[in-house]
């Protein structure tokens, strides 16, 4: 029987490293990335059984590429690996389209327990979040994802660019949109959460964890 195909991605270096060598002794382990726009392109190209993400992840955070990644290929099964053990962010993560919910600082064969399961078309959730929060889970999962967010796919795509410290006129390369048009994101993004600084920006995008507090 072929082994898993597994597409990992973590912006941890030390960690990834650390998952890497989980995730082979038993999965056919098809790349590694340290970027959410970097994950975009190695799923496009390795088309794996099961695509591993944390949330926190510099240029697009997870949950936003687990969003983009179901309209491109909505049979694709995702599990979100993430020291986050907030149960609203695990809802967050089913609605956008995970397939499971997996914490770091479980033992290793409870991860790869969760792929196994992930793989087989099966929704899975930590068992640390409880039971009570594991239904509550999957019933999220079945649920339009609504208005988590008043901002658009693409305006989330700007903001953690300028939350991470990046120039408009890079913000504009990265997306390939014009400056101009990079500016006015911004200006629509201000008024959409009535704010009128950058830092309040980096404020909202740390409490959305599009950024982590290191960032």
């Known amino acids: 029987m072929p082994k898993i195909t597994v597409l990992l ?24 990335v340290h ?13 794996p059984d099961v695509i591993v993400t944390d949330i926190s992840m510099p240029m697009l955070n997870g949950l936003d590429a687990i ?10 099964r995702i599990l979100v690996l993430t020291m986050h053990r907030d149960a609203q962010m695990a809802v967050e993560a089913f609605r956008a389209g995970a397939s499971g919910y997996a914490l770091k600082i479980s033992p290793g064969e ?16 930590a068992s640390l979040l409880g039971k009570d929060v594991i239904t509550l889970l999957m019933e999220a999962g079945r649920q339009p994802e609504g208005d988590a967010t008043p901002l658009t796919l693409r305006q989330r795509e700007v903001l953690q660019l300028i939350a991470e410290g990046k120039t408009m006129k890079e913000v504009a390369t990265i997306l390939g949109i014009s400056p101009r048009t990079a500016e006015s ?25 599009m950024i982590s507090n290191e960032a």
């Open 9 to 32: 991605a973590d912006d941890h270096a030390v960690v990834a490293e650390g998952l890497r060598s989980l995730l082979e002794s038993t999965f056919e382990l098809v790349g590694v």
């Open 35 to 47: 970027d959410g726009r970097a994950l975009l392109e190695a799923v496009a190209t390795t088309r």
């Open 67 to 76: 969003r983009q990644i179901k309209v491109l290929r909505p049979s694709a």
């Open 110 to 125: 409870e991860l790869i327990d969760a792929i196994t399961v992930v793989a087989q078309g099966r929704p899975y959730a």
């Open 185 to 209: 994101h911004k200006y629509e993004i201000m008024q959409v959460l009535g704010v009128n600084t950058t830092a309040a920006l980096v404020q909202y995008a740390i409490r959305r964890k």
